[in-house]
């Protein structure tokens, strides 16, 4: 009889194999060290396996844990300041992003991914200029981390409608060299449990020797780009003033059309662009809830999966999103695309599941490792619990109404266990590496000082928001 380390057993698996959901019942997870080592019937585990720990998840789902492929967390520390306004970012966000500091954005940085975990995120996307606290977080606590340095020449200011940024070569330079040493320090850490991609801003950020320089590096590393592409009028607009066309056109040109891209938002893109960059192999991530609040737009992630690409869900920034929870993703995805489309039928509830594991983790470049409970792939696992009033009641016949339950009314606080690369991270909502009050509680030190810092340039630009506070609205 073999030992393991660790089976975990619960009468309903979603195992993401195949072309749906690969729904097992009855089933045992058998793991050793960090990889799924079988899955057998759960009458039948303890005649072929003595396990060192053994989890009975008695009135559980058991699913590969969720992909939040694209998080800001370090604008966590500005969560709700720039919603229900036009000129998200310069008008919205800057305000407050101008005079924050780095040691400020750091203290949010772990609430953001605190949240993450505790709503079944296993893996996160997180992309910064700065990725010092968020690695570090990544980590101790144990999550795995695809995590993206970001680079800009643009110089940092707020710009007013139809003004060209000013590109800084130096800054630029400087943060080319920043993701060089973050890559070689931390790419492949922990078995690779952390990886790390390439991340300029977007093309209207960099001038298109930068571009190219960083994609000459990215293909040499073997590593992939992670990039706003097409993320909005504000985008297409400095590109067409620049270039003479549209951001999709330019990038196909250049040569960054390909596998090593992973494309995020694609706000402003038409069905055609969005098809002509999944054709050419490279993914793409969908931020929902994040691109509905700021700038109320769907974008066009059905055209991108119809054309053979890949898309990953992603939470976005909390001044933009407001949470970093990827089962509000997964019903937004749905709801907005069945309102677009004035069709219940499109975007069904197994296909945003499938977004948020196995064809999130193919878009990120970690399908072979992880988004399905299979033999041989790493052991990142969620369990949820079923008897929160979300869940109930539980239909097995003649149809199973979990996964609609998982995407159109679980909350987060159902998921009770997780666990990334064999190893358990959060048991009982608990995260097991972390001292969550340790990270929250300094939450508190910071509005006071920025907000005073702000407040000038906030009433001086007089948007939304300040109309808001004037008239007593929020």
Same mark, same amino acid.
């Given at each position: 009889?073999?030992?393991?380390?660790?089976?975990?057993?619960?009468?309903?698996?979603?195992?993401?194999?195949?072309?749906?959901?690969?729904?097992?019942?009855?089933?045992?997870?058998?793991?050793?060290?960090? &990889?799924?080592?079988?899955?057998?019937?759960?009458?039948?585990?303890?005649?072929?396996?003595?396990?060192?720990?053994?989890?009975?998840?008695?009135?559980?789902?058991?699913?590969?844990?969720?992909?939040?492929?694209?998080?800001?967390?370090?604008?966590?520390?500005?969560?709700?300041?720039?919603?229900?306004?036009?000129?998200?970012?310069?008008?919205?966000?800057?305000?407050?992003?101008?005079?924050?500091?780095?040691?400020?954005?750091?203290?949010?940085?772990?609430?953001?991914?605190?949240?993450?975990?505790?709503?079944?995120?296993?893996?996160?996307?997180?992309?910064?200029?700065?990725?010092?606290?968020?690695?570090?977080?990544?980590?101790?606590?144990?999550?795995?981390? +695809?995590?993206?340095?970001?680079?800009?020449?643009?110089?940092?200011?707020?710009? &007013?409608?139809?003004?060209?940024?000013?590109?800084?070569?130096?800054?630029?330079?400087?943060?080319?060299?920043?993701?060089?040493?973050?890559? *070689?320090?931390?790419?492949?850490?922990?078995?690779?449990?952390?990886?790390?991609?390439?991340?300029?801003?977007?093309?209207?950020?960099?001038?298109?020797?930068?571009?190219?320089?960083?994609?000459?590096?990215?293909?040499?590393?073997?590593?992939?780009?992670?990039?706003?592409?097409?993320?909005?009028?504000?985008?297409?607009?400095?590109?067409?003033?620049?270039?003479?066309?549209?951001?999709?056109?330019?990038?196909?040109?250049?040569?960054?059309?390909?596998?090593?891209?992973?494309?995020? *938002?694609?706000?402003?893109?038409?069905?055609?662009?969005?098809?002509?960059?999944?054709?050419?192999?490279?993914?793409?991530?969908?931020?929902?809830?994040?691109?509905?609040?700021?700038?109320?737009?769907?974008?066009?992630?059905?055209?991108?999966?119809?054309?053979?690409?890949?898309?990953?869900?992603?939470?976005?920034?909390?001044?933009?999103? +407001?949470?970093?929870?990827?089962?509000?993703?997964?019903?937004?995805?749905?709801?907005?695309?069945?309102?677009?489309?004035?069709?219940?039928?499109?975007?069904?509830?197994?296909?945003?599941?499938?977004?948020?594991?196995?064809?999130?983790?193919?878009?990120?470049?970690?399908?072979?490792?992880?988004?399905?409970?299979?033999?041989? &792939?790493?052991?990142?696992?969620?369990?949820?619990?079923?008897?929160?009033?979300?869940?109930?009641?539980?239909?097995?016949?003649?149809?199973?109404?979990?996964?609609?339950?998982?995407?159109?009314?679980?909350?987060?606080?159902?998921?009770?266990?997780?666990?990334?690369?064999?190893?358990?991270?959060?048991?009982?909502?608990?995260?097991?590496?972390?001292?969550?009050?340790?990270?929250?509680?300094?939450?508190?030190?910071?509005?006071?000082?920025?907000?005073?810092?702000?407040?000038?340039?906030?009433?001086?630009?007089?948007?939304?928001?300040?109309?808001?506070?004037?008239?007593?609205?929020?």
């Amino acid at each position: 009889m073999k030992t393991v380390d660790l089976v975990i057993t619960a009468p309903h698996v979603y195992t993401m194999a195949g072309e749906g959901v690969g729904y097992m019942s009855s089933k045992a997870i058998v793991i050793e060290g960090s &990889k799924i080592y079988d899955i057998v019937d759960i009458d039948k585990w303890q005649d072929m396996y003595k396990a060192e720990e053994v989890l009975d998840m008695s009135h559980h789902i058991l699913l590969p844990g969720f992909i939040d492929a694209h998080m800001h967390t370090g604008d966590n520390i500005l969560r709700g300041l720039a919603q229900d306004t036009g000129l998200w970012m310069m008008y919205g966000l800057m305000p407050f992003a101008n005079v924050t500091t780095q040691a400020q954005k750091d203290i949010g940085v772990p609430a953001a991914l605190i949240e993450a975990i505790k709503a079944g995120t296993t893996t996160t996307g997180d992309y910064m200029y700065n990725m010092d606290a968020s690695t570090e977080f990544v980590k101790k606590s144990g999550m795995r981390g +695809n995590l993206t340095y970001m680079m800009r020449s643009a110089k940092f200011k707020t710009y &007013k409608p139809g003004e060209l940024y000013e590109f800084d070569k130096k800054q630029g330079e400087e943060s080319f060299n920043a993701c060089l040493d973050y890559y *070689h320090k931390w790419n492949g850490y922990d078995g690779g449990r952390i990886k790390v991609l390439f991340g300029p801003q977007g093309p209207d950020f960099l001038s298109l020797d930068e571009l190219m320089r960083i994609r000459k590096a990215a293909k040499e590393l073997g590593t992939k780009i992670h990039m706003h592409t097409q993320q909005g009028d504000r985008e297409t607009y400095q590109i067409v003033s620049r270039y003479g066309k549209r951001p999709t056109a330019l990038l196909k040109d250049m040569g960054y059309l390909d596998e090593s891209l992973i494309a995020v *938002h694609l706000t402003d893109c038409t069905d055609e662009e969005a098809e002509t960059i999944a054709k050419s192999g490279a993914s793409m991530i969908v931020c929902p809830g994040s691109i509905g609040i700021i700038d109320g737009v769907v974008c066009p992630s059905i055209a991108f999966q119809n054309a053979g690409g890949n898309v990953a869900l992603g939470s976005d920034q909390a001044p933009g999103n +407001n949470c970093h929870n990827i089962f509000n993703e997964m019903k937004n995805i749905c709801l907005f695309n069945k309102l677009k489309a004035q069709n219940p039928e499109v975007m069904p509830a197994w296909k945003a599941l499938r977004m948020a594991t196995i064809e999130g983790a193919k878009a990120i470049g970690l399908g072979d490792e992880v988004g399905s409970l299979e033999i041989g &792939k790493q052991a990142d696992i969620i369990a949820v619990d079923y008897m929160r009033p979300s869940m109930l009641p539980i239909y097995t016949k003649p149809m199973r109404n979990m996964v609609p339950n998982l995407v159109y009314s679980a909350r987060g606080d159902e998921v009770v266990l997780s666990v990334v690369a064999g190893k358990i991270i959060m048991k009982d909502r608990k995260l097991v590496n972390i001292d969550e009050t340790e990270y929250l509680s300094k939450m508190s030190e910071c509005p006071d000082v920025i907000g005073e810092l702000a407040t000038p340039e906030f009433l001086s630009i007089n948007g939304t928001n300040a109309g808001f506070m004037r008239e007593d609205k929020l």
